[in-house]
Protein backbone atom coordinates (compact mmCIF):
# COMPACT_ATOMS: atom_id res chain seq x y z
CA UNK A 1 0.00 0.00 0.00
CA UNK A 2 1.30 3.37 -0.94
CA UNK A 3 2.03 5.81 1.84
CA UNK A 4 -0.01 9.53 3.07
CA UNK A 5 1.94 12.14 2.17
CA UNK A 6 4.08 13.63 4.78
CA UNK A 7 1.88 15.81 6.02
CA UNK A 8 -0.64 12.93 7.11
CA UNK A 9 1.84 12.15 9.51
CA UNK A 10 1.72 14.74 12.27
CA UNK A 11 3.75 14.70 15.13
CA UNK A 12 6.65 12.20 13.34
CA UNK A 13 9.82 13.54 12.67
CA UNK A 14 11.39 12.31 9.62
CA UNK A 15 14.94 13.55 9.92
CA UNK A 16 17.86 11.47 10.63
CA UNK A 17 18.77 11.45 14.12
CA UNK A 18 22.57 12.36 14.97
CA UNK A 19 23.76 8.57 15.57
CA UNK A 20 22.11 7.74 11.74
CA UNK A 21 24.43 10.74 10.69
CA UNK A 22 27.15 9.06 12.23
CA UNK A 23 26.95 5.42 10.61
CA UNK A 24 26.57 7.48 7.40
CA UNK A 25 29.91 9.20 7.86
CA UNK A 26 31.61 6.31 9.43
CA UNK A 27 30.48 4.35 6.04
CA UNK A 28 31.15 7.08 3.32
CA UNK A 29 34.80 7.94 4.69
CA UNK A 30 35.72 4.21 5.04
CA UNK A 31 34.93 3.18 1.80
CA UNK A 32 36.91 6.32 0.76
CA UNK A 33 39.73 4.74 2.33
CA UNK A 34 39.34 1.59 0.43
CA UNK A 35 41.07 0.55 -2.96
CA UNK A 36 37.81 0.20 -5.97
CA UNK A 37 37.66 -3.10 -5.87
CA UNK A 38 37.12 -3.08 -2.10
CA UNK A 39 34.33 -0.10 -2.37
CA UNK A 40 30.82 -1.33 -0.93
CA UNK A 41 27.33 0.61 -1.45
CA UNK A 42 25.46 1.09 -4.87
CA UNK A 43 24.64 4.58 -6.71
CA UNK A 44 21.29 4.82 -4.33
CA UNK A 45 23.30 3.36 -1.42
CA UNK A 46 25.64 6.67 -1.91
CA UNK A 47 22.92 8.93 -2.63
CA UNK A 48 21.11 7.58 0.44
CA UNK A 49 24.36 8.02 2.89
CA UNK A 50 24.54 11.49 1.83
CA UNK A 51 21.14 12.08 2.68
CA UNK A 52 21.71 10.97 6.00
CA UNK A 53 24.63 12.02 7.00
CA UNK A 54 23.00 15.79 5.83
CA UNK A 55 20.28 14.90 8.19
CA UNK A 56 17.93 15.42 5.08
CA UNK A 57 13.90 15.24 5.85
CA UNK A 58 13.13 11.40 4.38
CA UNK A 59 9.69 10.94 2.74
CA UNK A 60 7.63 8.10 4.25
CA UNK A 61 8.50 6.21 0.76
CA UNK A 62 12.18 6.39 1.83
CA UNK A 63 11.56 5.11 5.41
CA UNK A 64 9.93 2.17 3.83
CA UNK A 65 12.94 1.43 1.57
CA UNK A 66 15.27 1.95 4.69
CA UNK A 67 13.09 -0.73 6.19
CA UNK A 68 13.47 -3.27 3.51
CA UNK A 69 17.03 -2.53 2.87
CA UNK A 70 17.48 -4.00 6.57
CA UNK A 71 15.81 -6.72 6.40
CA UNK A 72 17.14 -7.80 3.41
CA UNK A 73 20.39 -7.06 4.00
CA UNK A 74 20.45 -8.44 7.82
CA UNK A 75 22.19 -11.94 6.19
CA UNK A 76 25.63 -9.49 5.69
CA UNK A 77 26.45 -9.24 8.69
CA UNK A 78 27.69 -12.81 8.65
CA UNK A 79 29.46 -12.14 5.77
CA UNK A 80 33.13 -12.82 6.22
CA UNK A 81 34.58 -9.51 5.62
CA UNK A 82 32.09 -8.05 7.81
CA UNK A 83 34.54 -7.70 10.64
CA UNK A 84 37.49 -5.79 8.35
CA UNK A 85 34.72 -3.26 7.20
CA UNK A 86 34.02 -4.91 3.68
CA UNK A 87 31.68 -4.04 1.40
CA UNK A 88 28.20 -5.37 3.26
CA UNK A 89 29.14 -3.37 6.40
CA UNK A 90 29.69 -0.10 4.22
CA UNK A 91 26.50 -0.73 3.03
CA UNK A 92 24.68 -1.17 6.20
CA UNK A 93 26.14 1.72 7.88
CA UNK A 94 25.77 3.64 4.81
CA UNK A 95 21.80 2.66 5.09
CA UNK A 96 22.06 4.06 8.96
CA UNK A 97 23.88 0.74 10.06
CA UNK A 98 21.85 -0.40 13.51
CA UNK A 99 20.83 3.09 14.58
CA UNK A 100 19.18 3.56 11.02
CA UNK A 101 17.15 0.10 11.29
CA UNK A 102 15.69 1.50 15.01
CA UNK A 103 14.72 4.51 13.31
CA UNK A 104 13.08 3.17 10.22
CA UNK A 105 11.55 0.43 11.54
CA UNK A 106 9.91 2.54 14.63
CA UNK A 107 8.94 5.50 12.44
CA UNK A 108 7.09 2.80 9.91
CA UNK A 109 5.54 1.42 13.24
CA UNK A 110 4.51 4.44 13.96
CA UNK A 111 3.51 5.36 10.43
CA UNK A 112 0.95 2.26 10.47
CA UNK A 113 -0.30 2.89 13.87
CA UNK A 114 -1.68 6.45 12.30
CA UNK A 115 -3.04 4.87 9.20
CA UNK A 116 -4.41 2.31 11.17
CA UNK A 117 -6.53 4.60 13.11
CA UNK A 118 -7.29 7.09 10.20
CA UNK A 119 -9.17 3.72 8.55
CA UNK A 120 -11.15 3.16 12.00
CA UNK A 121 -12.28 7.02 12.62
CA UNK A 122 -13.31 6.86 8.60
CA UNK A 123 -15.64 3.16 8.61
CA UNK A 124 -19.04 4.01 8.31
CA UNK A 125 -21.64 1.84 11.11
CA UNK A 126 -23.59 -0.56 9.81
CA UNK A 127 -27.10 -0.36 9.68
CA UNK A 128 -29.82 -2.86 10.59
Not at 30 to 54: I, K
Not at 84 to 99: I, L, R, V
Not at 101 to 128: F, I, N, Y
Request: net charge positive.
Amino acid sequence: MARRPSSFYRGLTFRPPAPVAAAARRALERRAQQPPSNRGMTPVGLARARQLLNRQQLSPTTIDRMVSFFARHEVDKRGASWDQYGKGCQAWDGWGGDPGRRCATGVARRMDALEQAAQRSTKQPHRR
